[in-house]
Nanobody, 125 residues
């Protein structure tokens, strides 16, 4: 069973930054898609950013465009989510998920087969 692991969550004040990282026990390879999702008490799990590895195509939710950046760290074989200018409404549990085979950055949530346990991000006003 593939294990996906997130790291880098924490607490910051509004306007601050955090960087989340995602790894997979079988590696992250060209042709995979990695998505970052979040969920809190007010909203269902939503995709905030995703990337198609190898092509570099990305997609972002409107609420995080120009503040969040998803990318691949080839050296460490991880995918990161750089979150800048954080807002209190970004507070949520953030999940990393991996999709393989015929995926794209706009693939629906059901396409992602492997999920991490989540990492908490808390932004105070």
């Amino acid at each position: 069973q593939v294990q996906v692991t997130e790291s880098g969550g924490g607490s910051v004040e509004a306007g601050g930054s955090l960087r989340l990282s995602c790894t997979a026990s079988d590696g992250i390879w060209a042709g995979d898609c990695i998505g970052w999702f979040r969920q809190n008490s007010a909203h269902e799990r939503e995709r905030v950013a995703s990337i198609y590895l190898g092509g570099g195509n990305t997609d972002y939710a409107e609420s995080v465009k120009d503040r969040f950046t998803i990318g691949e760290d080839v050296v460490s074989n991880t995918v990161y989510l750089q979150m800048d200018n954080l807002k209190p409404e970004d507070t949520a549990i953030y999940y990393c998920a991996k999709a393989t085979a015929w995926c794209s950055p706009v693939s629906p949530r059901e396409k992602y087969k492997y999920w991490g346990q989540g990492t908490q991000v808390t932004v105070s006003a």
